[in-house]
């Protein structure tokens, strides 16, 4: 499991790598727009986009029936931390799920939403 955890990370280096790690029926959620799509249809969104900027402190785990990577992209003057949860089944991904974070201060915002001052 270590070494698909692995793999998956390089694949964002070389988007047609991840082909070979899914399930031909794998899919993809991103939190970013709360909808499932194919690993084809993920992949060309990426494309589209111009790629991923080069990754910073990457990380992963084995979990009970997959792995999890985490690594921080940045964006500008923005800083988007990435959490992806991968389920597999007979060696190959299967579904995986995709948490994105922009840094912002937190407490601020919800202090604003709240409608108290700092103080």
């Known amino acids: 499991m270590a070494e698909l955890a692995q793999a998956w990370l ?13 399930h031909p029926d794998a899919r993809v959620w991103h ?46 003057s923005l800083r988007m931390h990435n959490t992806i949860l991968v389920r597999v089944r007979d060696g190959l991904a299967y579904e995986a799920e995709e948490y994105v974070g922009l840094e912002q201060d937190v407490r601020r915002l919800l202090m604003e939403e709240a409608g108290v001052t700092a103080g």
């Open 31 to 76: 939190s970013t727009d709360d909808a499932w799509v194919s690993v084809d249809t993920a992949i060309a969104n990426v494309r589209s986009g111009g790629g991923l900027p080069p990754r910073e402190r990457e990380s992963w785990r084995v979990t009970e029936d997959g792995f999890l990577v985490q690594f921080t992209l940045a964006l500008g």
């Open 10 to 22: 390089r694949a964002f280096d070389e988007l047609d790598s991840f082909r070979p790690l899914c």
